[in-house]
């Protein structure tokens, strides 16, 4: 069965920093694109960024341009978000996603795969 499982989530004062991790489980993913989303709550789950199978291009939405970092490590089979100068409106549920296809998507509907979230929530 095949699993992703995010960590690194939790409680950060505005301003702070965090890193979410994703390490898939049954498969590897080292050969295809890998993107985060997030869901605010009352609000749909929205493309965060996203990153080609050997890193070298990343994509990310507005609102992460400047702040967010999406990174990979193919010997790990594992994906990174690394989070600087958080706001509250960053507070949401990070959800990991994998596809099979070819194509770095920036829609839900792209991705094949969803790990169960790690909650990220910034309040002082």
């Known amino acids: 069965q095949v699993q992703l499982v995010e960590s690194g989530g939790g409680l950060v004062q505005p301003g702070g920093s965090l890193r979410l991790s994703c390490a898939p489980s049954?498969?590897?993913?080292?050969?295809?694109?890998m993107g985060w989303f997030r869901q605010a709550p009352g609000k749909e789950r929205e493309f965060v960024a996203a990153?080609?199978?050997?890193?070298?291009?990343?994509y990310y939405a507005d609102s992460a341009k400047g702040r967010f970092t999406i990174s990979r490590d193919n010997a790990k089979n594992t994906v990174y978000l690394q989070m600087n100068s958080l706001k509250p409106e960053d507070t949401a549920i990070y959800y990991c996603?994998?596809?099979?296809?070819?194509?770095?998507?920036?829609?839900?509907?792209?991705?094949?795969?969803w790990g169960q979230g790690t909650q990220v929530t910034v309040s002082s």
């Open positions: 990153i080609t199978w050997n890193g070298g291009s990343t």
């Open positions: 049954g498969r590897t993913f080292s050969g295809y694109p």
């Open positions: 996603s994998a596809t099979v296809g070819w194509r770095t998507g920036v829609a839900e509907s792209e991705y094949d795969y």
